[in-house]
């Protein structure tokens, strides 16, 4: 008896070393069948540090431990300040520019390729994965300039986004009128409105779905964290609030990626080990949200 | 911007107050030791008021406008544009406020004396002297401190506080002149009420 238990211990030690070395569950670009890891980085805020060189190589570390972790997707604009060439100079001095999943925005009303120019410039990439049109703006200019782009091969995906469900009814509209690869909105464990119309149209459409604001920019676990987690976290995998809200958002089926952000190198590979292990089903949701909703 | 009611305050800061701080430490480790200049300055200005007469009061706008052209340049223009894109505009605020600020100085004040200035002016120039013991307060290193003639706040307070005591000036014009200062002091609490959030 006690030898069998030691077995059995001896093979739950070795599942979870194998799980923790697994590569990140990984989900399905409808539009082409690419599979991207379901945990990606956002750069807002976090990464606008200036010209302050301390900083912008701590920002590259934080992207190394992103990338040693099998992450991927990095989500910038042009309205996050020094960002993208933050971004920029961290691909370069690790070497990284063939292994991001380059995504970043087209943020005026006025001349996008001008903007785009300089966004190459600023990520020295030649290429963008993804170019979408940041928060609507101009949709129906700069979304045509991104599809010719598209057609012509200078970049490999479109989209729009938005952010804390503003100018939801026109950002459906868009979606169902027009040809999208990506849509990028806010979704988490308080924001669920998704849940009802975008998340199910997306999914409808083929289209994936990239989702900002997952700790509502922090907010959301400043407000979890003063509680104790439910019983039945370790059940999915979840020993902190991060986790347990990082595996509602990615446990979604048409979540593709969530891209919180952040400039901790211990919360990136936390974030990175949620798409490791278990993702809770949709039972399991309600249950997380029913949770969170009651307290 | 369209549903401009659902944005908040919030959604417009764009840095961490770790990044803010430190900007602010970049920017006086980059013109060390000069800010024992700005202080001596800050010191001159109701010395100059004090004296009553109209030429001291225009050494005092002149160097209140020499501030807001070195703020606007050395902190907004050069520095805080990298992590602000409203930056350059707020320079380009303070470069107008440093040209009226020399504008006044030089208009002819025909047949006006120079009343006594009275303590409204007092005590904004001391808050503008005292400002930069809000960084130990706040537990801050000194190197965060904010002085007239580099930041934003005090050199607001200090023209607040010239523009109260230069009384040969005529009121209507002070007040004008007041806008740009007011502004900017909103914005500097706006900033300050975000990053300590």
Redesign the interface.
């Known amino acids: 008896m006690k030898r069998r238990t030691l077995l059995q211990w001896a093979a739950l030690a070795a599942a979870d070393h194998a799980a923790a070395q697994a590569s990140p569950a990984t989900r399905a670009v409808p539009s082409s069948g690419e599979r991207l890891p379901c945990v990606g980085l956002g750069t807002w805020i976090t990464f606008n540090v200036g010209r302050d060189p301390p900083a912008r190589a701590h920002c590259a570390q934080v992207m190394r431990a992103f990338f040693e972790a099998g992450g991927r997707v990095i989500d910038s604009s042009p309205m996050y300040g020094s960002a993208q060439g933050v971004v920029g100079e961290g691909l370069r001095s690790l070497g990284a520019r063939q292994r991001v999943f380059s995504a970043d925005k087209v943020w005026t009303g006025g001349d996008g390729a001008a903007q785009l120019e300089a966004t190459h410039t600023e990520w020295q990439l030649p290429r963008f994965d993804l170019l979408q049109v940041h928060n609507l703006l101009a949709w129906d200019k700069q979304l045509p300039l991104l599809q010719k782009m598209k057609d012509e091969g200078r970049v490999r995906y479109v989209g729009i986004t938005t952010s804390e469900g503003r100018r939801a009814r026109e950002f459906e509209q868009v979606m169902r009128n027009q040809r999208l690869d990506f849509v990028q909105f806010t979704y988490n464990l308080l924001d669920r409105e998704a849940e009802r119309r975008l998340l199910p149209i997306a999914a409808e459409r083929g289209i994936a779905v990239l989702v900002n604001r997952p700790f509502r920019q922090g907010d959301l676990l400043r407000h979890l964290q003063r509680r104790p987690l439910p019983p039945w976290a370790g059940e999915i995998g979840c020993a902190s609030w991060a986790q347990f809200a990082l595996k509602f958002v990615i446990g979604h089926p048409a979540v593709t990626c969530a891209i919180p952000a952040t400039r901790r190198i211990d919360h990136v590979r936390e974030n990175m080990g949620v798409a490791r292990g278990p993702l809770p089903d949709a039972a399991t949701r309600q249950r997380m949200a029913a949770y969170v909703a009651g307290l | 911007m369209?549903?401009w009611w659902?944005y908040g305050l919030t959604d417009f800061?764009?840095?961490?107050p770790q990044?803010y701080w430190?900007?602010v430490a970049?920017h006086n480790m980059a013109w060390w030791p000069a800010q024992a200049l700005a202080l001596a300055a800050t010191l001159a200005l109701p010395a100059l008021l004090r004296t009553g007469a109209s030429a001291a009061q225009r050494g005092a706008l002149l160097l209140a406008a020499l501030a807001w052209a070195w703020v606007g340049w050395a902190f907004h223009w050069r520095?805080y544009s990298?992590?602000?894109?409203a930056a350059p505009w707020v320079a380009l605020a303070c470069a107008l406020q440093a040209l009226l600020l020399a504008t006044a100085a030089c208009v002819p004040l025909a047949g006006r004396g120079a009343p006594a200035p009275g303590p409204l002016g007092g005590i904004l120039l001391a808050a503008a002297l005292l400002y930069p013991l809000l960084a130990p307060l706040a537990s801050r290193p000194w190197s965060e401190a904010e002085v007239f003639g580099f930041m934003p706040e005090p050199t607001a307070l200090a023209t607040l506080g010239v523009l109260a005591g230069s009384r040969a000036w005529p009121a209507w014009g002070r007040w004008l002149l007041a806008a740009i200062p007011v502004a900017s002091l909103l914005l500097g609490a706006a900033t300050r009420w975000l990053v300590a959030r």
Request: charged content about 25%; hydrophobic content about 55%; proline content about 0%.
């Open positions: 369209t549903e659902t800061l764009m840095f961490s990044v430190r900007l970049r520095l990298e992590i602000f894109l």
